[in-house]
């Protein structure tokens, strides 16, 4: 059974730095691409970024230079480290698996469809 959890979530001022971890079980960590998404209240989920089962990333614009994705394959953990954070950056984040594919992120962020697989989501709040 795969298990996508993510944790690390909580509320920072404008500024400040948050990471997030996601703990993935029941499928080979390493094999696949993984994202992290990120949905606001009243706003559609857009994608923050990816990484591909080589460690390849790729970035939303938004978040460019502000967010790394990393992961440790020993661990079955991806992470998402967040600095400089912003109001804007205020979201439920979720972290997704593409079990369907050969562990390339064609899509990049913006192809939340090809993603199968779910975390529940952790929130991250960002005062001013």
């Known amino acids: 059974q795969v298990q996508l959890v993510e944790s690390g979530g909580g509320s920072v001022q404008a500024g400040g730095s948050l990471r997030l971890s996601c703990t993935a079980s029941?499928?080979?960590?390493?094999?696949?691409?993984m994202g992290w998404f990120r949905q606001a209240p009243g706003k559609e989920r857009e994608g923050v970024g990816t990484?591909?089962?080589?460690?390849?990333?790729v970035y939303a614009d938004s978040v460019q230079g502000r967010f790394t994705i990393s992961k440790d394959n020993t661990k079955n953990t991806l992470y998402l480290q967040m600095n400089t954070l912003k109001p804007e950056d205020s979201a439920m984040y979720y972290c997704a698996a593409d079990l369907m594919g050969d562990g390339s992120c064609y899509g990049g962020p913006h192809a939340e469809h090809e993603y199968n697989h779910w975390g529940q989501g952790t929130q991250v709040t960002v005062s001013s």
């Open positions: 029941g499928y080979t960590f390493s094999r696949y691409c």
């Open positions: 990484i591909d089962s080589v460690g390849d990333t």
